[in-house]
């Protein structure tokens, strides 16, 4: 089901935004962050998909929407990993949930509030790059001829659009030097452990319902669902 829930702003405000939960009484057991920017328009699908498989194995899952993300009406330009982080320890703490599994690039705005999953890690800074390599491209089809390095520079000192997405100079920077933290309490998965496509890479996404069971089978039996 479809609840809201009260997101933190920098400004010191709330922004309500959407969350998807499985849980229809009691707090979820586990908060799910889907990948940054397009990579997680791809991977809902099967996200959704696991949250589904999770509930058949007693676990239950919420995964919210953050400031700037999906149906969020707040402007992507406002967005920092900073704020990003500060939402999802907002959104641990509101929900109550006992763990957490980030996916890919979202693996950076884990800040170990609880006892957290890494999926398929992802160095922020090279989803960066493959985004502004992407601009780059789209800019050549269209005469504009600005090298990957060129964007990224521009997007750091002014900010800018980047394969889509408007980012902010803080977000370029944080993207750039951030670096996932394997801190204790970190649970990591390879995706060479679950098997299956790298639904991520795909420009249609999709689901796979072998991989969703495997992934859910590690989460389950990690947190002990009965």
Known sequence: MFIEWPAPLPDGGTSMEMALSTARKANPDLLIIPPLFDEANRVRAQLVLLMRTLQDL?????????????????????????AWRAAVTSATEHFGVSRALFVRSACTLDTGAVPAFHY?????????????????????????????????????????TIAGWQIAPAMAQQLCETQTDQSDGVTTIA????GGRALWLSSEGGIDEKQAKALAAVIAKEAGAS
Do not use: C, F, W, Y
Request: charged share 20%; hydrophobic share 35%; net charge negative.
């Open 120 to 160: 398929a890690s992802h160095d922020p800074a090279k989803l960066l790059r493959a985004m502004a390599r992407a601009q780059s491209l789209a800019e050549k089809e269209a005469g504009n001829h600005r090298s990957p390095s060129e964007i990224l520079d521009s997007a750091r000192a002014s900010g800018g």
């Open 58 to 82: 007693g676990l239950t899952s919420v995964m919210p929407d953050l400031p700037g993300t999906n149906e969020s009406l707040q402007p992507q330009a406002a967005q920092t990993l900073s």
């Open 191 to 194: 995706h060479e452990e679950i």
